[in-house]
T-cell receptor, first 111, second 118 residues
Framework: QKEVEQDPGPLSVPEGAIVSLNCTYSNSAFQYFMWYRQYSRKGPELLMYTYSSGNKEDGRFTAQVDKSSKYISLFIRDSQPSDSATYLCAMDETGGFKTIFGAGTRLFVKA | DVKVTQSSRYLVKRTGEKVFLECVQDMDHENMFWYRQDPGLGLRLIYFSYDVKMKEKGDIPEGYSVSREKKERFSLILESASTNQTSMYLC?????????????????FGPGTRLTVL
């Protein structure tokens, strides 16, 4: 079993929809949870970062961590065609040297 | 603005060739990383370096070596390229996020090098 599981998609939604992206993990020692966005032919860029459990909101994006269920989510409200990208979840115990990445979910937002 | 650059966007090499991939960051970061990215497998860590001349193996170091002679530059070397090393190679450097007690390193990625080994 992989340490981090992420549905690869693709996920196709109409413009304006609420998007839910999810990852599950098996290592209960993970404390740092990140979401990266990767546009085609580009490197990943950090979108959201959460320490331990709880919610974090940044504009149209909300990250949720449920450590009891080992489940993290990224919600995108009012999705735009410019949100079309691959979204990778990432997790770390501490120190940032052994970040584990999910395989990424490809998202398409149709105009 | 944060910048990580990689020497080539696309590279085609032949089996058995020695391949050098270069990465340069301009943020004075201590930590640098090399990953490969393959469909369905996500990002897998090959090597990382936390200081000049220091290196640590990641999850898949076999067939690779690295060199960090200067703080800003981290090189990945394929000693004898093989077809199963055809992949997207991503370099990253990291800095600290958050306040003390909640901090971790966030990684800034370069644009990637798509390597094809024939």
């Amino acid at each position: 079993q992989k340490e981090v599981e992420q549905d690869p998609g693709p996920l196709s939604v109409p413009e304006g929809a609420i998007v839910s992206l999810n990852c599950t993990y098996s290592n209960s020692a993970f404390q740092y949870f990140m979401w990266y966005r990767q546009y085609s032919r580009k490197g990943p860029e950090l979108l959201m970062y959460t320490y331990s459990s709880g919610n974090k909101e940044d504009g149209r994006f909300t990250a949720q961590v449920d450590k009891s269920s080992k489940y993290i989510s990224l919600f995108i409200r009012d999705s735009q065609p410019s949100d079309s990208a691959t979204y990778l979840c990432a997790m770390d115990e501490t120190g940032g040297f052994k970040t584990i990445f999910g395989a990424g979910t490809r998202l398409f937002v149709k105009a | 603005d944060v910048k990580v650059t990689q020497s080539s966007r696309y590279l085609v090499k032949r089996t058995g060739e020695k391949v050098f991939l270069e990465c340069v960051q301009d943020m004075d970061h201590e930590n640098m990383f090399w990953y490969r990215q393959d469909p369905g497998l996500g990002l897998r860590l090959i090597y990382f370096s936390y200081d000049v001349k220091m290196k640590e193996k990641g999850d898949i170091p076999e067939g690779y070596s690295v060199s960090r002679e200067k703080k800003e530059r981290f090189s990945l070397i394929l000693e004898s390229a093989s077809t199963n090393q055809t992949s997207m190679y991503l370099c990253a450097s990291s800095s600290e996020l958050g306040t003390s007690g909640e901090s971790t390193d966030t990684q800034y990625f370069g644009p990637g090098t798509r390597l094809t080994v024939l």
